[in-house]
């Protein structure tokens, strides 16, 4: 198999205290090796605080690792966000373009798909007074929406959560597995051991900074289960 | 820079600007009554209170105020323009030139709309003169300063957080030494040659020579100032690309 992306013996750095130059260094993340396949999904385990955030930041480009490789086999990698760069005095339908250009969509695909998306988020009435207006919930469901505007060749995504009310919840969340089933290329990452099982062809452990582990999702499980 | 990233720095320029309009009870008013109030506290200060001028005092005032203006809002706003960007580049990727051409782009559009009200103000003055033809040369030599200078300070800004407040200290020496209030050709000798090293003294005589004199450029003076601008884009980009995955670990 062919991994569209690999990262061999990634680390990442951070120096403690304000200055660029000196400081003690901390190693986020020390060493770690991946890779993923064409339309698998990778889950990402490990215990709070070792450095998944900071992994999937380097895996969709937004910071460069300090030591080791990123193998790229011309793909796209980007995180799943919602209600980005949303301005309140913007109204929804504005804000839709704006958040999903920043996230790579097309203006000419969200336009096409605006009432699919507005939908979706079943704000057809809302869509064109200003965001501060909108409840909470409205919100969520706008960005939710919006997200799913994105199409990049890897997804990555950081907790598999639904978000608005219990109804909303159940189908966003139901979406975002619709999408990790699909022959898309997704990294996950999740303390639920359960949603991993269910979503994940094999999956990474790491701890301290290090992939200790890799391999088919069942195994490498109940190998952290065990070590818990 | 691809077209998703020039489509998205228009569609932002544009909604900022929209949201600043939205923002107060006068809306878009306010793109033409600040710069009124603005040289309008300059009038008063230089014309009534302090008696100075002479003939055309008034509208050499405003061409230098108005010319002055723009550099300054847009570099002021460069100050923090990568810093205050930090939530929004932790989550998607963005190439960071994208956050000073948005501030570039707003603060160009804002000034091309004072510079109408000026030829209005000069036109009524009765100084238009077939010398305006010279506008749009002068236009891009000074769009391409304000890049240089702003593409520099941003990318410099998050790594030396220090500049921000030398910057400020600098602009507002360049802005008494720009010859808004004077005229900076009588001055001989070091001061004289001090002050020729300030870009914005070529731009804003080059400006008054179009609008008020009736002349074209010193095109000598405009050259110069036209290369610096350019080595300074240069640089600034570079900065922009090298620091690109470094800015979102800043604090």
Known sequence: MNPVLALENVGVAYRR????????????????????????????IGRNGVGKTTLLKVIAGIIAPDR???????????????QVGFVPLLTGRENAILSGMLLGAPKSRIEENMDELV??????????????????????RL????????????????????????????????????????????????????VMAKLCDRVVWIEQGVSRMQGEAGEVLAAYEASV | MTPHYLQ????????????????GYMGMLWWVLEPVLYMGAFYIIFSVALQRGGEHFVPWLLIGLVAWKWFDTTVRMSLNAITAGK????????????????????????????????????????????????????????????????????????????LKLLMNNVLMLMFFLSGVFFDTSNLQGWLGMLLDLNPMVHIIHAWRDVLLFGQWPDMFHLIVVLLFSVAMCWLGLFLLHRYDRLYPRLA
Not at chain 1, 23 to 35: P, R, T, V
Not at chain 2, 8 to 23: C, G, N, P, Q, S
Not at chain 2, 137 to 157: D, E, K, P, R, W
């Open chain 2, 87 to 162: 939530g929004l580049m932790s989550q998607v990727y963005l190439p960071k030139v994208f956050f000073p051409a948005v501030v570039i782009l707003k603060n160009t559009v804002k000034f091309l709309v004072t510079l109408g009200l000026l030829l209005l103000f000069l036109l009524f003055y009765g100084v238009g003169s077939w010398s305006w033809l010279a506008i749009p040369l002068l236009l891009v030599a000074q769009l391409l300063l304000v890049c240089g200078v702003t593409f520099s300070v941003a990318a410099l800004t998050p790594l030396y957080p220090d």
């Open chain 1, 119 to 140: 939908a979706f988020a079943e704000l057809e009435e809302f869509i064109d007074e200003p965001v501060s207006s909108y409840s909470a919930g409205m919100r969520a």
């Open chain 1, 68 to 82: 080791g490789q990123i193998r790229n086999a011309g793909v796209s990698a980007s995180l799943l966000s919602l």
């Open chain 1, 143 to 194: 960005g939710f929406s919006v997200a799913m505007q994105a199409n990049p060749d890897v997804l990555l995504i950081d907790e598999v959560l639904g978000v608005g009310d219990a109804a909303f919840r159940k189908k966003s969340s139901e979406e975002i597995q619709r999408r990790i089933r699909s022959n898309r290329s997704v990294i996950l990452v999740s303390h639920n051991t359960q």
């Open chain 2, 8 to 23: 998205l720095i228009l569609y932002k320029a544009r909604a900022d600007l929209k949201v600043e309009a939205a923002r």
């Open chain 1, 17 to 44: 205290g304000r200055s660029l130059r000196s400081g003690e260094l901390y190693w986020a993340l020390k060493d770690i090796s991946l890779s993923l396949g064409h339309g698998e999904t990778l889950g990402v």
